[in-house]
C-alpha cells in the first residue's frame, strides 16, 4: 500500500519545528557597514526594505517562535579564522570575509540569539554545504524548516532548495525575506517557489501560536 505524501503547507507539528534566520548581519543591515557596497546610504532600496519590512517581521517571527516553543536556529556568513584562510574558493574570489572577532559580523541586536539558541557560521552562500545544520537539524527532530532572511536569491534560495533537497518540508516567509532590488526577490521567489510553501509573517506566526495552544 503506498503511503499518502505530505503536502508542503501541511500544519506543522510541535517538536519538529524550527525557524531558520539566514544572514540578518549587522555588515549586510547598516548602511554604511557592508565595505563591498560604501555607495549605498540609507535611501538605498535594500536598507528602506529591511528596516520597515523584513527586521520588523522577523522580530515578529521570532517573538511567536521563542513563545510557543518553535526551534530558532540563527547562520551568518562569518569566517572560522581570522584571516579567513578557511573560507571557500569562491568567497576568496568574491571576496567576502567576516572574521570571528568583528563586532558587525554578529546578527543585528533585535535579531540576535537568546539562550542556548544555535548559531552556526558558514563560509559559502549555502548553509547545508559549510555547516552541519543537517545533522543539527535531524538531531532535534526537525521535519518542518521555515526559512527567513537575506538575500532571497541567494543565500536563501540555497537555504529553500538544498533542504527540500535532503527531505525537509520547506517554508518560505517572503515578506521576511529581502534582495538587493524587489526585482531580484519577486523573480528569486518564483524560481525556487516549487521547492517550498511561500506564505507571510502573519501566517506562520499564527501556525506558531497554534502549536503553543496545543500542547
Not at 179 to 191: C, G, I, S, W
Request: proline fraction near 7%; charge should be negative.
Amino acid at each position: 500500500m503506498t503511503q499518502a505524501l505530505p503536502k508542503r503547507n501541511e500544519p506543522f507539528r510541535a517538536g519538529e519545528t524550527a525557524l531558520l534566520l539566514v544572514d540578518m548581519q549587522r555588515v549586510w543591515l547598516e548602511p554604511g557597514a557592508d565595505p563591498a557596497h560604501p555607495e549605498r546610504g540609507p535611501d538605498h532600496y535594500f536598507y528602506r526594505q529591511t528596516a520597515s519590512q523584513t527586521i520588523p517581521n522577523q522580530e515578529r517571527l521570532l517573538a511567536a517562535a521563542r513563545a510557543n516553543g518553535v526551534e530558532v536556529i540563527h547562520t551568518i556568513i562569518q569566517s572560522l579564522t581570522e584571516d579567513g584562510r578557511d573560507r571557500s574558493l569562491d568567497h576568496k574570489l568574491t571576496p567576502i570575509h567576516i572574521a570571528p572577532s568583528w563586532p558587525a559580523g554578529l546578527p543585528v541586536p533585535s535579531l540576535a540569539p537568546v539562550g542556548d539558541e544555535i548559531m552556526l557560521p558558514k563560509t559559502s552562500s549555502g548553509v547545508f554545504n559549510s555547516t552541519n545544520i543537517d545533522y543539527v537539524l535531524k538531531n532535534l527532530g526537525v521535519r518542518y524548516l521555515i526559512v527567513a532572511g537575506i538575500m532571497t536569491d541567494q543565500c536563501v534560495d540555497m537555504a529553500v532548495r538544498d533542504a527540500a533537497d535532503r527531505g525537509y518540508l520547506v517554508t518560505c516567509v517572503s515578506d521576511a525575506c529581502a534582495a538587493a532590488t524587489q526585482e531580484r526577490h519577486d523573480d528569486a521567489l518564483k524560481a525556487f517557489g516549487g521547492y517550498c510553501w511561500i506564505t507571510d509573517t502573519a501566517t506562520v506566526a499564527a501556525r506558531f501560536e497554534a502549536l503553543g495552544k496545543a500542547a
